[in-house]
């Protein structure tokens, strides 16, 4: 089970929104909220809002077992979106164009699995047994 919340046009650079990205990308939702709460990047106030939709997404779909300590983030990246061309005098009568870009942020969240079956598929894979074997075996 997973869950997507998406903000668009935002008033920021895809890359600028990416270097907070990367930090908590497959973190826990608590200890990514935790980093952009301290986070001294502007935009990490607007991607923890993100967050918190989309852990209130999760929450709300049928199925969810209620315990948000579970979820992390899955994914999330942010793709470029319009840019505003504006224009800036420069000398001798010429102008500069200045571009003023946008970005659509997308964080998903995501259940872990169970660490009891982690752990029972990590030692079938090491013994090269079957983790639970048939009941009819003879």
Not at 121 to 130: D, H, P, V, W, Y
């Amino acid at each position: 089970m997973s869950n997507a919340s998406t903000h668009k046009y935002l008033r920021t650079s895809a890359q600028k929104a990416g270097l907070v990205l990367d930090q908590i990308r497959g973190r826990d939702v608590a200890h990514a909220l935790a980093t952009l709460r301290f986070s001294r990047k502007v935009i990490a106030r607007d991607i923890e809002k993100i967050l918190r939709s989309a852990v209130a997404n999760a929450q709300l779909m049928p199925g969810f077992g209620g315990d948000v300590d579970q979820l992390y983030v899955a994914k999330c990246f942010a793709n470029q979106g319009p840019s505003m061309k504006r224009i800036r005098p420069a000398p001798m009568g010429r102008a500069f164009r200045v571009v003023k870009r946008m970005a659509h942020i997308t964080v998903e969240v995501a259940a872990r699995p169970e660490k009891a079956n982690r752990n029972a598929a990590a030692r079938a894979r090491r013994t090269g047994k079957a983790v639970a074997p048939p009941a009819n075996a003879s």
